[in-house]
Nanobody, 126 residues
Framework: QVQLVESGGGLVQAGGSLRLSCAAS????????MGWFRQAPGKEREFVAA????????YYEESMKGRSTISRDNAKNTVYLQMNSLKPEDTAVYYC???????????????????WGQGTQVTVSS
């Protein structure tokens, strides 16, 4: 069992930045790929970014490329999402998730993720 706790969300003006954090329990964190997803009201949950368990491979949703960076610190059991140049359409609840035994392009899909955090709200004002 893995427990995930997101933090770092908040209200920011368009063009601003936020750094989300996701702290994981469990001593096998370093063996898991991790992902960030978001869900806006009335919309399906969508992929934002993912990182392999070594940190050597990262994946981004097209609109987030160049504006965000996913990283991880396995010593701290934490994964981060740095988001810059935020837009009102980035407003959503952001979730981190764990994908054991998954790699590659599958990390961009919701289904392979087994454990999810409760989410943190990101609101971007225009």
């Amino acid at each position: 069992q893995v427990q995930l706790v997101e933090s770092g969300g908040g209200l920011v003006q368009a063009g601003g930045s936020l750094r989300l954090s996701c702290a994981a329990s469990g001593n096998t964190f370093s063996r898991y790929a991790m992902g960030w997803f978001r869900q806006a009201p009335g919309k399906e949950r969508e992929f934002v970014a993912a990182i392999s368990w070594t940190g050597s491979n990262t994946y981004y949703e097209e609109s987030m490329k160049g504006r965000s960076t996913i990283s991880r610190d396995n010593a701290k059991n934490t994964v981060y999402l740095q988001m810059n140049s935020l837009k009102p359409e980035d407003t959503a609840v952001y979730y981190c998730a764990v994908a054991p035994d998954v790699s590659g392009e599958l990390l961009q899909r919701v289904r392979p993720y087994r454990y999810w955090g409760q989410g943190t709200q990101v609101t971007v004002s225009s």
